[in-house]
């Protein structure tokens, strides 16, 4: 079974440029995160989706972060304009089930770095 | 609001010197405890869940158990390839059911 696949694994622009992270999660996976791993901590939710509706967003910066997810499949997170401070690597994860115990199986993540 | 803390940041062993990490929590009604393993350049691998004080579970040299303060993860006779960053994560059930992680513990065993 493939995992989360994310591009592109790597990613680096400057300060106010667009940027856009793309995520495949497993298939038949309704439930899909976006993470945020800044250096030397734990991942931190931006987003989370069951099927194609977005059911918590209270942690995105709404300001320039926005994502969709069209279909109930793949979805996209994008930043625009990117700061310094968004320099981070951006991880997808996927679970069966809305509202389950069931674990989350992480994507290898995009490293963003803005110059 | 949910808390994970994770002691020590950092810990080296020789291998076969077994070991213990620390995984300290405050959640409203606590649905799930989760331990994560990730390698360099990696996403988290899931390793085990853990639902009720009293539990314990067991894959190869790892052992987890839960208490109702926190969780400790057994390390016994490590090797180099458990050489890892190891996040504990909860779920609550007063927070849309999203994980909180810890900051982890860096492992590092020498052959």
């Known amino acids: 079974e493939a995992g989360v696949v994310q591009s592109p694994r790597y990613k680096i622009i400057e300060k106010k440029q667009p940027v856009a992270f793309w995520c495949n999660p497993i298939?038949?996976?309704?439930?899909l995160y976006w993470y945020r791993q800044n250096l030397g901590q734990g991942p931190e939710l931006l987003i989370r989706y069951e099927n194609e509706e977005a059911v918590d967003d209270s942690q995105l910066p709404k300001d320039r972060f926005s994502a969709e997810r069209l279909k109930g499949v793949d979805s996209t997170l994008k930043i625009q304009p990117a700061e310094l401070g968004d320099s981070a690597v951006y991880l997808c994860?996927?679970?069966?089930?809305?509202?389950?115990?069931?674990?989350?199986?992480f994507g290898p993540g995009t490293r963003l770095t803005v110059l | 609001e949910d808390q994970v803390t994770q002691s020590p940041e950092a810990l080296r062993l020789q291998e076969g010197e077994s070991s213990s990490l620390n995984c300290s929590y405050t959640v409203s009604g606590l649905r799930g405890l989760f331990w994560y393993r990730q390698d360099p350049g990696k996403g988290p691998e899931f390793l085990f869940t853990?639902?009720?004080a009293g539990e314990e579970k067991e894959k190869e040299r790892l052992k987890a158990t839960l208490t109702k303060k926190e969780s400790f993860l057994h390390i016994t006779a490590p090797k180099p390839e458990d050489s890892a960053t190891y996040l504990c994560a909860v779920k609550g059930g007063g927070s849309n059911y999203k994980l909180t992680f810890g900051k982890g513990t860096l492992l590092t065993v020498n052959p």
């Open positions: 298939s038949g996976h309704n439930t």
């Open positions: 994860a996927s679970s069966p089930r809305q509202g389950t115990l069931n674990e989350q199986f």
């Open positions: 853990l639902y009720s």
